[in-house]
């Protein structure tokens, strides 16, 4: 069984657990386009995202404060499996019904937050670490809309920076990271 919640992270998924396995034990301390987080930091929240959603999914209560160190050995093959039983959680289509218990938004709109925190914080990953990032044009499009439903009070919240302008001809996903605060052109400093 699927949703269309799941059917957009399983399109989604394979590039962000790319990006997270080519993350070398080097680049851990390295800066991100998330200001707040450095390399090792991003990845374990990404880690936890996947953790959490999976029990979101489940409609019971997460508890966010809850923080461990999950970058220990086989971390990369451990992310990647948590990853898919993360999209398995959403194509139960009692996943994506009614509203959250604890987040009291509809469900289908924490898929689209669990969608965008995969996107948008692969690719944070993949410009801290030099690495390519895509996003399937189905994903952007979800998440574009998404934005226009739930990006001012991301904002409020503070999940969301102000929009960043780009340049004419950026890429879909270069608009969607722009949308979320993030300055597409970001470099980590030489």
Same mark, same amino acid.
């Given at each position: @069984? %699927?949703?269309?919640? %799941?059917?957009?992270?399983? #399109?989604?998924? *394979? ?9 070398? +034990?080097?680049? &851990? ?18 880690? =936890?995202?996947?953790?959490?959603? $999976? /029990? &979101?999914?489940?409609?019971? !209560? ?14 990369? =093959? ?7 039983? /993360? ?6 289509? !009692? ?5 959250? !218990? #604890?987040?009291?938004? *509809? $469900?289908?709109?924490?898929? +689209? @937050?669990?969608?965008? +925190? &995969? ?11 030099? $690495?390519? @990032? ?6 952007? /499009? ?7 439903? @739930?990006?001012?009070?991301? $904002? ?26 993030? +300055?597409?052109?970001? !470099?980590?400093?030489?």
């Amino acid at each position: @069984m %699927s949703t269309k919640t %799941s059917e957009l992270l399983a #399109g989604t998924a *394979p590039a962000t657990v790319a990006v997270v396995r080519g993350v070398a +034990d080097d680049q &851990l301390d390295l800066p991100t386009p998330c200001l707040e987080f450095r390399v090792r930091d991003l990845l374990n929240h990404l880690f =936890d995202v996947v953790v959490n959603f $999976q /029990t &979101l999914a489940r409609r019971e !209560a997460v508890d966010w404060a809850a923080k461990e160190d999950r970058l220990t050995a086989g971390w990369r =093959d451990r992310f990647a499996v948590e990853v898919e039983r /993360t999209v398995e959680a959403w194509s139960d289509p !009692a996943a994506v019904e009614g509203e959250s !218990a #604890g987040m009291g938004l *509809p $469900q289908a709109t924490v898929g +689209d @937050m669990l969608l965008t +925190d &995969l996107t948008v914080h692969g690719w944070d990953l993949a410009r801290a670490t030099g $690495q390519p @990032m895509a996003a399937p044009p189905d994903a952007l /499009t979800a998440l574009h809309g998404f934005l226009d439903r @739930m990006g001012t009070m991301g $904002q409020q919240t503070g999940a969301f920076g102000p929009p960043v302008k780009v340049a004419s001809g950026a890429t879909e996903l270069d608009r969607l990271v722009a949308r979320t605060g993030r +300055d597409p052109r970001w !470099a980590p400093a030489v």
